[in-house]
């Protein structure tokens, strides 16, 4: 255990007090969006009355980061419910959202997206994801850690021309009960546009899947249903929609 210093050069970190009210968190007035930014709901634990821990952040499957490693470039302090508003524009930035119940999405009104270039992972349940764009990623583009979520909501969103897969499940074990994916655009992504496993209900309408590397749509073991409406896919490498054991 240590004593927590004062606050690490470069770091920016929002406080705020526990309240029942939601509130708006517009980035980056509030924080910076560049390089490695975390949203959660506490960064430290106090183990006696002198002494403060700070909390521990898996950022990759089985790399853990504590909140006063200068892996951070902004460290935000959101509680369940806030809205978390990012200004259109283009941010060179990965995000991680460990907060349960938030809204992350571009400003309203606004007639271009925020846009991230490098990967947005979801590490909380119930979190909604709405207009923003996430391209140009090295990894994958939208990642959500099955082994903490149950329900996630993606909307009008934009995937594009990240490496790996646009938006993908991660983490080896966990159920999710609705991955829901609304009017979003998932375009020339190196691997699968979407993939899925895992999960009772999958629902993707009115999206556009186009030109990745694999399928549009991959569906593994252990989904239990599957609803595609109103979708628009084409030139997937692999195939549209395709099945782990073609079914």
Known sequence: MRKVVACVVGVILLSTAASAWAREIHLPAEAAVAGNVIIADWFYEQVDRDTVVPRTFEVYQGVAKDADAAFFDAKVVAQPGDIIVLAPGDYVANLWVFTEGVLVKTADGAETLATLHGSLEIDADRVTLERVAVVDSEAHGIEINRELVRYVTIRGCRSENNAWIGIHLIGPRGTIAEYRIEDCQVIGNGQHGIDVRDTIRFV????????????????????????????????NADGDVVYKHGS
Request: aromatic share 6%.
């Open 204 to 235: 993707v309408i009115g999206c556009t899947i186009v030109g990745n590397g694999k399928a549009g749509v991959y569906i593994e073991s252990y989904v239990d249903h599957v609803d595609l409406q109103d979708n628009s896919m084409s030139d």
